[in-house]
């Protein structure tokens, strides 16, 4: 089992800078593909990123890229997701997400139903 924790979240004004960490525990982190999602209030869940297991490859929705870089550290047993020119519309909760298939060995899930355990969010707030 594996169990996942956000932190990091909180409230900023547009333009500014947030950097969420998941720290994971219960099972062998290295093994994982890590994602990012958020759900802003009355929307779907969205993709954020995505990270390998060695760290060597990363994905990104659209949306963030060039503004929102992941990252792990498999000797700590967190991800992280530094967010920078953070826009009201980034508004939602984020989570980290695990995917312990051998899929994701291959090929990185930008889909919720590759990802097997899920941390309890983060609350990030951008104001205008």
């Known amino acids: 089992q594996v169990q996942l924790v956000e932190s990091g979240g909180g409230l900023v004004q547009a333009g500014g800078s947030l950097r969420l960490s998941c720290a994971a525990s219960?099972?062998?982190?290295?093994?994982?593909?890590m994602g990012w999602f958020r759900q802003a209030p009355g929307k779907e869940r969205e993709f954020v990123a995505a990270i390998s297991r060695s760290g060597g490859a990363t994905t990104s929705a659209d949306s963030v890229k060039g503004r929102f870089t992941i990252s792990r550290d498999n000797a700590k047993n967190t991800v992280n997701l530094q967010m920078n020119s953070l826009k009201p519309e980034d508004t939602a909760v984020y989570y980290c997400?695990?995917?312990?298939?051998?899929?994701?060995?291959?090929?990185?899930?930008?889909?919720?139903?590759?990802?097997?355990?899920w941390g309890q969010g983060t609350q990030v707030t951008v104001s205008s």
């Open positions: 997400a695990a995917d312990v298939s051998p899929l994701g060995a291959a090929v990185l899930g930008r889909q919720g139903y590759r990802y097997e355990y």
């Open positions: 219960g099972g062998t982190f290295s093994r994982y593909a």
